[in-house]
């Protein structure tokens, strides 16, 4: 299995955005020196939901401040950018990088139609949008001479520069939330995410996408190399007890989602429908042992964890997206970031 850390750090304190961002960079140095293998990033605005704001510049920063990671986008919100801007500066990061970014895609956030409304857009556009957005920012990594013309896009250059590092272009996924989404990514063979829900409903939407793949007349080998680029994202918090860990993150994730709720509430147009995000699972929902029908997140002793990743790797889960959310102090979170690395990882790496 590969570990990524995710970045998905919700601070609402706008009183020390400076150090919140610091101490961001200072834990993906320590991300790399215990050995995980990706840093992914989340993009959202206007409330501290993702205290860095905007993830593209972040990258930059992260760019530097790494050597070995892979650097993941989980996801960019395409439609709330122009294509042809985020093939430059993806390309950018990926010679920066020497080649180790992930491009990951969405329509944008399925909760907060008022991240759309603030860059002066319509969330009722953002599904028509992504495919032409993904079509013109793969065109505009290969293609001299480009002329596009879309619905939405109309472009003419004669090549996009920097060249990237990968080739043709930097690896491309989509997040898939539901299975419609994954059998379309199936068909044309772009890697997917996946938010996990339970153990067993994400190893379900592996086995759709896997089979659609075949379905489609993909061979085993491309749908292997598929399969090794399914990320699947799980909140994480480690302590040395679960009593600990769940009493340290669980509380904390409650606050954060209801404060979310409350900018959801004010600030959401009633003109649009958006999904209502359901509340996080309380202590009471944790069982004895894990339970792979439950939509638990990875909070635990080590004992219990591995017990969950054994779980999921058994079931065909082989990449995590892991995040706190930010809601651990600096302390706190490379503690568990410490205990997963020694404690956890060498029991499925190699």
């Known amino acids: 299995m590969r570990f990524g850390h995710f970045y998905y750090p919700m601070k609402f304190d706008d009183s020390r955005d400076e150090q919140e961002i610091r101490e961001c960079l200072a834990e993906a140095e320590l991300v790399e020196d215990l050995g995980l293998d990706a840093i992914w990033l989340a993009e959202h605005y206007f409330t501290g939901e993702c205290v860095y704001g905007d993830p593209l510049v972040f990258a930059g920063a992260l760019a530097v401040k790494t050597r070995r990671?892979?650097?993941?986008?989980?996801?960019?919100?395409?439609?709330?950018h122009n294509p042809v801007r985020v093939a430059i500066q993806t390309a950018l990061l990926d010679n920066l990088t020497r080649g180790r970014?992930?491009?990951?895609?969405?329509?944008?956030?399925?909760?907060?139609?008022?991240?759309?409304?603030g860059f002066g857009t319509n969330p009722d556009l953002g599904p028509e949008q992504l495919e032409e957005a993904e079509d013109l920012l793969v065109q505009a990594w290969?293609?001299?001479?480009?002329?596009?013309?879309?619905?939405?896009?109309?472009?003419?250059?004669?090549?996009?520069?920097?060249?990237?590092?990968?080739?043709?272009?930097?690896r491309l996924a989509r997040a898939c939330i539901d299975d419609e989404s994954v059998k379309a990514m199936a068909r044309i063979g772009?890697?997917?995410?996946?938010?996990?829900?339970?153990?067993?409903?994400t190893a379900a939407s592996i086995r759709l996408y896997r089979d659609t793949m075949a379905e489609a007349g993909y061979g085993e080998e491309a749908i292997e190399n598929n399969l090794d680029q399914v990320w699947v994202w799980r909140e994480m918090h480690l302590a040395e007890t679960d009593d600990q860990a769940m009493n340290e993150f669980l509380p904390a994730q409650y606050d954060a989602w209801a404060n979310m709720q409350y900018y959801r509430t004010n600030w959401n147009p009633p003109q649009y429908s958006m999904d209502r995000q359901p509340?996080?699972?309380?202590?009471?929902?944790?069982?004895?042992?894990?339970?792979?029908d439950a939509g638990e997140g990875l909070v635990g002793s080590p004992k219990r964890v591995a017990e969950q990743l054994a779980q999921m790797r058994d079931a065909g889960i082989r990449n995590l997206m892991l995040t706190n959310r930010g809601l651990m102090s600096p302390e706190k979170t490379a503690k568990s970031l410490k205990l997963l690395s020694e404690k956890v990882m060498p029991h499925f790496q190699g």
């Not at 990671?69 to 709330?80: C, H, K, Y």
């Not at 293609?143 to 990237?164: I, V």
């Not at 509340?279 to 792979?292: K, L, N, S, V």
């Open 190 to 201: 772009r890697p997917i995410l996946l938010r996990g829900r339970s153990t067993n409903h």
């Open 69 to 80: 990671v892979d650097i993941g986008f989980g996801i960019l919100e395409l439609p709330l």
């Open 142 to 170: 290969t293609t001299d001479n480009l002329e596009f013309k879309g619905k939405h896009y109309q472009a003419a250059f004669p090549a996009s520069r920097p060249r990237p590092y990968q080739k043709p272009h930097p």
């Open 279 to 292: 509340p996080p699972m309380q202590r009471e929902g944790y069982a004895a042992t894990p339970d792979p």
């Open 101 to 117: 970014i992930i491009v990951g895609t969405a329509r944008g956030s399925n909760y907060n139609a008022y991240e759309y409304i």
